[in-house]
């Protein structure tokens, strides 16, 4: 049965729209439009890049709501807005990488690398691209058109994360309305596991 990305990328979409709406309408909101208001966006972005580059892959759920407004801060940040073809496109990255990974799994356990999980490769690539873009650890030597271009690598591969780390997270008993990270593993986990 043919996997229907579409459908599931639109989903993730209208989702994140719903997450900017909220974030733009309180966290950010909390300074009118202008300079104060493009610091808070700048606290937002570098707060929760730091929680989440320090943070271990728990099976907790304590990610979602940091890589959430890690997103919607890097892309207010950057004046950008994500589509149906990122989220789709994210979706499919995912889906090859956790195949490529459980095809690699015997060789390197036979050369004894551990390969880790679809959400802790993303999570390094995603840690290399802000500390790049200096968001955390120190200063960066890029220069801040470089820097831009890294906070977009981190948007790339924060989307990636948070959809590996929702398949990955243990799913929680919920209500049926809720859209959380339970809703996320649940709406793209058939998908990257190959099945609908």
């Known amino acids: 049965?043919?996997?229907?990305?579409?459908?599931?990328?639109?989903?993730?979409?209208?989702?994140?729209?719903?997450?900017?709406?909220?974030?733009?309408?309180?966290?950010f909101s909390i300074a009118p439009d202008g300079p104060h208001r493009e610091a808070v966006v700048l606290d937002a972005l570098r707060r929760n890049a730091r929680i989440v580059y320090m943070a271990e892959l728990e099976p907790d759920g304590k990610l979602y709501s940091p890589l959430c407004f890690f997103l919607a801060a890097a892309c207010r940040q950057l004046r950008t807005d994500l589509g149906v073809g990122h989220w789709r496109a994210a979706l499919d990255n995912v889906r090859q990488l956790r195949k490529q990974l459980a095809g690699s799994r015997s060789e390197s356990a036979f050369v004894g690398l551990d390969l880790g999980t679809p959400a802790a490769i993303f999570k390094a690539e995603f840690g290399e691209a802000i500390r790049q873009a200096g968001l955390v650890e120190g200063a960066s030597f890029l220069s801040k058109e470089d820097r831009q271009?890294?906070?977009?690598?981190?948007?790339?591969?924060?989307?990636?994360?948070?959809?590996?780390?929702?398949?990955?997270?243990?799913?929680?008993?919920?209500?049926?309305?809720?859209?959380?990270l339970t809703w996320l593993g649940g709406r793209v986990g058939p998908a990257i596991a190959g099945r609908t």
């Open 1 to 27: 049965m043919d996997l229907d990305s579409a459908a599931i990328a639109n989903d993730l979409n209208e989702w994140f729209q719903s997450v900017q709406r909220l974030t733009e309408a309180s966290l």
């Open 149 to 180: 271009v890294a906070v977009g690598l981190a948007i790339n591969w924060g989307m990636r994360l948070l959809l590996a780390y929702a398949v990955e997270t243990p799913r929680r008993r919920r209500s049926s309305k809720r859209k959380d």
